[in-house]
């Protein structure tokens, strides 16, 4: 069965930094693309950064959020700084993984961690 356990989120104030971090355990064979979604109240989740073949950001986080991955621990980073009140939300890991070698692939969330930036 694999989870995907995140840490990190929490209250910072504005124009300060959070580093989230997303590890996928349990049966994987290959984990392909590794990622963080946000959704605010009241509004649509929405993808941040990915990292697979490429790296992509949202354009509202480019030049202030780093997503990084450590492949040997299948865990994925994002650095968060100069955060703003508009990043205020609830973030998700996002993984697409093949469990075993047979088996097919599949998209996996984590259970999402809180980021409030707020004076």
């Known amino acids: 069965q694999v989870q995907l356990v995140e840490s990190g989120g929490g209250l910072v104030q504005p124009g300060g930094s959070l580093r989230l971090a997303c590890a996928a355990t349990?049966?994987?064979?290959?984990?392909?693309?590794m990622g963080w979604y946000r959704q605010a109240p009241g509004k649509q989740r929405e993808l941040v950064a990915e990292?697979?073949?490429?790296?992509n950001y949202a354009n509202s986080v480019k030049g202030r959020f780093t997503i990084s991955r450590d492949n040997a621990k299948n865990t994925v980073y994002l650095q968060m700084n100069t955060l703003i009140p508009e990043d205020t939300a609830v973030y998700y890991c996002?993984?697409?993984?093949?469990?075993?070698?047979?088996?097919?692939?599949?998209?996996?969330w984590g259970q999402g961690t809180q980021v409030t930036v707020s004076s």
């Open positions: 990292v697979g073949n490429v790296i």
């Open positions: 349990g049966s994987i064979f290959t984990v392909y693309t």
């Open positions: 996002n993984a697409v993984i093949r469990p075993r070698l047979m088996s097919a692939t599949s998209e996996y």
